[in-house]
C-alpha cells in the first residue's frame, strides 16, 4: 500500500473479500470493461462535446500514453483542479491506467489550498483549466509553482496563452501508442486516488481511497439508486466532489452504462434547462442548491422547463430541514433522496420505498450490512438506543488513516479502527440516521466545509490581529456561515482590509469569513482555553430577533 496509508487488517480484509465486497477489480480496468459491454452508448456530455464510452475509452488511453511519456507513472501523485468538462473524466482515467494518484481539488480552492496539496503530497504534475466562470487557473498555477518550486509539469486543458513553462493538455493527445507505463496495472487493494477531507483542524487531510473499497461503494451505491442503462445523471456539483463522484454519481452511472451530464454550474437556469435538453433522470444537490431550485421552479419563471424526466433529487452534504424536503415532489415531481455521507467513506441514503416522513425527517441508512455504527456519548460510551451520540463508523469503504497524518490520526480514529464522524446523530428504531448537530470543530456552509482554525492561522498572520476565532453562525439560507472574532493589536484593522488580506493569501472565496466581530477579549472555559459555544451562542443572538436577513450569494459547493 502507498507510503502513509493505515491498510484494513488482515480479518477485516478477508472478511470485506470473501464477502464479495472487494472484487479485485481497479478503477481502470472497471472503464476498460463497461467501454467493452457499452461501447457506442453516450458515457459523457458537457461543454458541447459528446463521448461514447468507446471515445472515453479511447481518450484515456491516448493521454494516458501522453502522460507516460511526461515521465509520470505508477504511484505518483497528479493534482486536479478542473471544473465540470469532459477532460476530468479523460484525465482521471488516464492517471488511474497509469497508477499515478489523482489528488482531487475543487475549483473553489485558490492558491492556499492547491501550494499545499501540491507540496504535501509532492505532486508530480498540476492539471487546471485554463479558465472557467472568469477565473485564470492558469495564473493560479503559475503563482503556486512560484510558492512551491514545482510542480514539475503544470498541465493546462484549453489555452495556454503562450505561457512559457505550461504545457497543453492537448499535447498529450497527440502521439500514439502507449508510452512506458502505460500498461501498468495496479493492485486493487492500493490506494486509487487522495481525496480532501473537509477538515477540522488546521491544513485540509487527505483521504487515501482504494480500487477495491471505492468500486464496492459505487456498485452498491447505483444498486440503491436502481440505476440502469436508462439514467441520465446530471453531475450539478463539482464532479470530483465524493457526493457526485460515487453516491452514485458519475462512477454509479458508469459502473450500468447511463449517461452523465456535466452541468458548468448548479444554478436552477443552467440545470433545469439541462435537465430538460438531456432528460436527465438522477441528480444530486446540496440543501441550498435544492432551496433555489424549488423556489425558482415555484416562482413560475421555468415553466417552460419539462422536468418530466427528473425521477430522483438527492440531497445531500448539510442537513436539509423537513420543510423543504416535503416541498420537493411537488414543486419538482420527483422523489426525494436524502444522503448523508462523508469522502472517509460511510454513506446513508433514504430509500425509494421508505414511507414520505422517514424521506423527509432522517438522513438515511447505510450502504452495506457491514458498515458498523457506534453511536457514544463524550466519554466514549454508547448510549441507550435512540440516544444522541456521537457517530462513530468502520466499514468495508471507510479508511482507516489519512494519507501521512500519524498523529491527527490517534485523535480521528478509536484503537479499534472506527472514524470519529464529529457528527451527532441518533437512530431510528428502523436504523436510520438523525443528524442532529455537530460535535468536531467545522463550519458547513451549505455542503462547503470550513476547518474555523486554518481561516484563524491566516487571520493570525495579520500584523493587526493579536488574536482570532472563527465560529459557526446560523442562516437560513446556507444553514451556517463563518463569523470571525477578532481582538485587534493596537487599532483594528478595517474588516475590508482584512478580508482582503485573507484573499491576498490565497485563501477559498467559501473560507473567507462572512462577518468580522472586533472584541476585547475571548470568553474563556473553565480550563481557560477560548469559549466557541460562547462565541456561537453571541453570534446567535446577534442574528436571531429581527436581524436583516444577509444577502443571498450564490453557493459555490
Ligand atoms: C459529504 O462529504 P464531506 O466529506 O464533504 O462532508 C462530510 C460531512 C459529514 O461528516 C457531515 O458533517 C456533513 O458533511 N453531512 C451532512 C449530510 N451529508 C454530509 N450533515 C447532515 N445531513 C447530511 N445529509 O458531504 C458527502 C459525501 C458523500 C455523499 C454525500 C455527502
New binding site residues.
Given amino acids: 500500500m502507498l507510503a502513509g496509508c493505515t491498510p484494513w487488517p488482515t480479518e477485516f480484509a478477508d472478511r470485506y473479500r470473501e464477502r464479495g465486497y472487494w472484487q479485485g477489480e481497479t478503477i481502470g480496468a472497471f472503464l476498460r470493461d463497461r467501454a467493452r459491454r457499452f461501447a457506442e452508448r453516450t458515457a459523457v456530455v458537457g461543454a458541447g462535446q459528446r463521448w461514447s464510452y468507446a471515445e472515453l475509452d479511447a481518450r484515456a488511453d491516448r493521454m494516458a500514453a501522453g502522460l507516460a511519456r511526461l515521465g509520470i507513472g505508477a504511484g505518483d501523485r497528479v493534482v486536479v483542479q478542473l471544473p465540470n468538462r469532459p477532460e476530468v473524466f479523460e484525465v482521471a482515467f488516464a492517471l488511474f491506467r497509469l497508477g499515478a494518484l489523482p489528488v482531487y481539488a475543487l475549483p473553489a480552492h485558490r492558491r492556499a489550498e492547491i501550494s499545499y496539496l501540491c507540496s504535501f503530497t509532492e505532486a508530480a504534475a498540476l492539471v487546471v483549466a485554463d479558465t472557467d466562470a472568469g477565473f485564470d487557473y492558469r495564473a493560479l498555477a503559475e503563482e503556486v509553482r512560484a510558492e512551491t518550486g514545482g510542480p514539475e509539469h503544470i498541465l493546462v486543458a484549453g489555452e495556454t496563452g503562450d505561457r512559457p513553462g505550461l504545457t497543453p493538455l492537448e499535447r498529450m493527445r497527440a502521439g500514439g501508442g502507449a508510452g512506458p507505463g502505460a500498461t501498468a496495472e495496479p493492485d486493487p487493494a492500493d490506494v486509487a486516488f487522495l481525496q480532501l ?2 477538515g477540522t483542524t488546521g491544513l485540509p487531510k487527505l483521504i487515501p481511497r482504494t480500487h477495491d473499497d471505492y468500486l464496492y461503494s459505487v456498485r452498491a451505491s447505483a444498486d440503491i439508486c436502481e440505476l440502469d442503462t436508462a439514467t441520465v445523471y446530471l453531475a450539478a456539483l463539482p464532479a470530483v ?3 457526485p463522484m460515487s ?1 452514485p454519481g458519475f462512477l454509479g452511472t458508469f459502473s450500468v452504462g447511463g449517461t452523465v451530464v456535466l452541468a458548468p454550474d448548479p444554478s436552477p437556469a443552467t440545470c433545469l434547462a439541462l435537465i430538460d435538453a438531456e432528460a436527465v433522470t438522477h441528480t444530486a444537490v446540496v440543501p441550498p442548491v435544492a432551496m433555489l431550485w424549488l423556489d425558482a421552479v415555484e416562482g413560475g419563471a421555468h415553466a417552460h422547463r419539462d422536468l418530466s424526466s427528473l425521477r430522483v433529487l438527492q440531497v ?5 430541514n423537513p420543510e423543504a424536503a416535503r416541498r420537493v415532489r411537488p414543486t419538482l415531481g420527483c422523489a426525494l433522496q ?7 467513506g460511510l ?1 446513508n441514503y433514504t430509500r425509494y420505498d421508505d414511507p414520505e416522513e422517514v424521506v423527509t425527517t432522517t ?1 438515511g441508512r447505510p450502504i452495506s450490512p457491514d458498515d458498523e455504527l457506534r453511536v457514544v456519548d463524550s466519554d466514549g460510551t454508547e448510549v441507550p438506543p435512540g440516544g444522541l451520540g456521537e457517530l462513530q463508523t468502520r466499514g468495508p469503504y471507510t479508511i482507516r488513516g489519512y494519507y501521512r497524518a500519524p498523529e491527527h490520526n490517534a485523535a480521528a480514529f478509536t484503537p479499534d479502527g472506527f472514524y470519529r ?3 451527532l446523530v441518533r437512530l431510528t428504531p428502523t436504523g436510520h440516521i438523525v ?1 442532529e448537530g ?1 460535535a468536531k470543530d467545522q463550519i ?1 456552509r451549505g ?1 462547503e ?1 470550513i476547518a474555523p482554525d486554518e481561516v484563524e492561522d491566516h487571520l493570525l498572520a495579520h500584523p493587526a490581529v493579536h488574536d482570532a476565532t472563527v465560529v459557526a453562525m446560523p442562516d437560513r439560507f446556507l444553514g451556517e456561515r463563518a463569523c470571525a472574532y477578532v481582538v485587534p493589536r493596537a487599532s483594528a484593522p478595517a474588516r475590508a482590509e482584512l478580508l482582503a488580506f485573507l484573499r491576498e493569501r490565497g485563501l477559498a472565496g467559501y473560507k473567507i469569513p462572512d462577518r468580522v466581530e472586533f472584541v476585547d477579549a475571548f470568553p474563556a472555559t473553565g480550563v481557560g482555553k477560548v469559549s466557541r459555544r460562547e462565541l456561537r451562542e453571541a453570534v446567535r443572538a446577534a442574528h436571531a430577533p429581527g436581524a436583516p436577513p444577509p444577502a443571498r450569494p450564490a453557493p459555490q459547493p
Fill in positions: 477531507s473537509g466532489h465524493n457526493f453516491s445531500g452534504g448539510a442537513k436539509f436524502q444522503v448523508f455521507g462523508m469522502a472517509e454513506v438522513q464522524t464529529g457528527d443528524v455537530r458547513n455542503g466545509k
